[in-house]
């Protein structure tokens, strides 16, 4: 059999989605407000303090479409930042200013980590002292290449 | 085959930036159920992590633990990690085969000696040890081999740990864990028991991680199992907890009850009495787990798990025998009764002729 | 074998099979013992009926002992129909009788059953208590009323304790189930031997008497 008929004889087998239990469950497992309230606590003692924190996602047991919940109420502010380091991360500043949704994916699109960080930036966007040396010797490099 | 390259030299020679060596740690604190607080001191550790040698060992088994370590994340991570362990001998993976993957063990042992990390999956037959061999080496002798010159035992899977489906009655092969192995010999070594049918990737990875980060073995419970991914029973941890809370139970599989999601004790979920981290790690990266995909946990990270009565058996029930062995106990009890009251009635006749 | 697997395995059979056995030989053995026969001329007749009215009219004290009794009158139903109610019709304990009886039935939320049964254990407890203080309770209590009782709480106990998966000292959910399985097993074990025996004896107990007093013209 070939893929496309492979592929049509799939699609024949008739799926039918009832009442997906990913809106039940997000409705009743109550991970979304604890959460947003820790991150309201957090982000008043940035202010207050300077301290930042980070919350690992990964760590909470959240149900079946908790996670699109959160991403939603936390929203979209003005910074999205991609970072090309061992696979793509995005850093994405939330509604709330100070508050960062960080997603790492590895080299082939895999979720590696999902953090909320609550900082003035994320430490993994600062320029790093040993990237900036080896920067430094690079550009040292390429300059003393082009004096004539 | 041994290196004196450290993980930072590794990692800086591949042309990784300080940024990606900074997700690296990050993910690797996630790994290891390590709070974020956590990421500067792993840094620190890695930085300068030497290469243990590692050797795994496929006895009893099903593959399914390579299998598992294998397909979790990607090559970046775990290609990481086993690039900064030296995989001296992993048969399933390794190039090499037959006598040259013999000899490589054989060399990476004597090379180590005393250092190495011997990782173990299968469970070892113990009944007669020829049921299972390599190159003509049962088991056990590869094994009682291997430990003397080991620094420590990972047991990767619920076979190496403990025993395993092999061992299911009525155990024909005779099957044994390690630490089973390690009693009868008489041997010491520390273990660390990975449990699970088959363990979650990362739990194999993370405590590989752990062991380079900190350079000693994580804490254990009380079965020698990483208290960071089985210190917490899934029952616990479970997003379908409400439900339990609130008595909204499934009945059938594909009943109402299943379609909204409602709890599965009811379909033998054994999550109350099993302790892993399927419910916050999640399978296939994050994807679910069991319970998620409407199945009840089978208890598997768990010694004796597969005598446990049965899959679809509910903790609230138990192996109670039958009707006919019951009903024969209640006959027993008549005929006890009969002869108690022959022995009654001939007091009672007594007492009445006392009486008149 | 851990304490779990040996209270969903042996332990059960064993429970069951010391139950079985106890309660044929407890029923047998007081049902066909000599029965004095009544020589008289019956008076009354339908005594099947006066029997089975009996049966229901005992359930009540007769009202010149009410105004004394209340207390135990009332507190005595309040536990027996919670612990009933928490026994068959708690969530995970229908599969616990589906088993024996190849059926089930639908069963009240939890919150009902949790707040029944602490109010029957709250009962149980001060009945107890009652009990060991009480200048005459005291003096005729015997060692197979304190167990009875004893062995009643314990399920109620441990079933909150494990529901709840309350972790006092520590202890591992496994253990909590394992140990309010073998606390009803201790139940199920001494039960034909005190007077949890009640249970089958009570109500052939007011018919006997209702029939017989029917007999003799007299109302039971």
Known sequence: MSASRANDALQAIGLRVEGSPRVAGAAFTGNVLPLLHEVRHALERLLATGEETTIDLA?????????????????????????????????????????????????????????????????????????????????????????? | MRTQQTLGEVLASR????????????????????????????????????????????????????????????????????????????????????????????????????????????????????????????????????????????????????????????NPTGAASVQDVLNEAGLQKPIINISGCPPIPTAITGVLAQYLTFGELPELDHLGRPKAFFGQNIHDRCYRRPFYERGEFAESFDDEGAKKGWCLY???????????????????????????????????????????GGFYRPLSQGDWGDWKTLGIAAAAGAALGIASVAVSRVKQARARQEKS | MTLLEFARGPGLQGALLIFSLGVAWRLVGTFLLARNRDLAQPKGTSTVKAGVRAMIIRSIPPH????????????????????????????????????????????????????????TLAILVALLVRRMLHPVLKQISTFD??????????????????????????????????????????????????????????????????????????QA
């Not at chain 2, 006598?99 to 054989?106: I, K, P």
């Not at chain 3, 019709?89 to 009902?112: D, E, I, M, R, S």
């Not at chain 3, 009323?145 to 062995?151: G, H, K, N, P």
Request: proline fraction near 6%; include cysteine.
């Open chain 1, 59 to 148: 760590s909470l047991p959240l149900a079946p479409g908790e996670f699109d919940r959160i991403e939603a109420a936390l929203g979209q502010g003005e910074v999205t930042a991609t970072l090309n380091a061992l696979g793509p991360s995005e850093i994405r500043e939330t509604r709330y200013s100070g508050v960062w949704l960080v997603t790492h994916r590895n080299a082939t699109d895999e979720v590696m980590g999902r953090y909320i960080e609550i900082a003035r930036m994320p430490a993994v966007l600062l320029a790093q002292e040993p990237d900036m040396r080896k920067g430094l010797a690079d550009l040292a490099l390429a300059l003393e290449g082009r004096v004539d």
């Open chain 2, 15 to 170: 042309g990784v930036s300080r940024r990606g060596f900074m997700k690296f740690c990050a993910s690797t604190a996630s790994l290891m159920a390590l709070p974020p607080a956590m990421i500067p001191r792993i840094a620190a550790a890695l930085e300068n992590a030497k290469r243990p040698s590692v050797i795994w060992l496929p006895f009893q088994e099903c593959t399914g633990c390579t299998e598992s370590i294998t397909r979790s994340h990607a090559p970046t991570l775990e290609g990481l990690i086993f690039d900064t362990i030296s995989l001296d001998y992993q048969h399933t993976i390794m190039a090499a085969a037959g006598a040259r993957a013999e000899e490589a063990r054989h060399e990476a042992m004597k090379a180590n000696f005393g250092e190495y990390i011997l990782a173990v999956d299968g469970s070892i037959p113990m009944k007669d040890k020829a049921f299972s061999c390599i190159a003509g080496e049962s088991n056990y002798d590869i094994f009682i081999e291997a430990v003397k010159g080991a620094k420590a035992i990972v047991a990767i899977g619920t076979c190496a740990a403990f025993g395993g489906i092999p061992m299911a009655k009525p």
């Open chain 2, 266 to 308: 009811k379909l033998g979920c054994k999550g109350p009495v099993t302790y892993n981290a399927c419910a916050t790690i999640k399978w296939n990266n994050g994807a679910g787990f069991p319970i998620e995909g409407g199945h009840g946990c089978l208890g598997c990270a768990e010694p004796g798990f597969w005598d446990w």
């Open chain 3, 64 to 119: 010149e002992l009410e105004k004394r009794i209340t207390f135990q009158h009332i507190t005595g139903y309040a536990w027996h129909l919670g612990f009933f109610a928490v026994l068959l019709f708690f969530g995970p304990h229908v599969p616990f009788f589906k088993q024996f009886l190849g059926f089930g039935w639908p069963y009240l939320p939890n919150t009902a059953v949790m707040v029944l049964g602490a109010f």
């Open chain 3, 145 to 218: 009323d304190y167990l009875s009782v004893v062995l009643v709480i314990l399920p109620l106990l441990t079933g909150f304790l494990s529901y709840s998966h309350v972790q006092p000292l520590d202890v591992r959910y496994e253990v909590l189930l394992a140990v309010h399985l073998l606390s009803v097993e201790a139940l199920l074990v001494w039960f034909p031997f005190g007077k949890l025996m009640h249970l089958f004896y009570a109500f052939p107990s007011r018919y006997q008497v209702g029939a017989a007093m029917q007999r003799k013209g007299v």
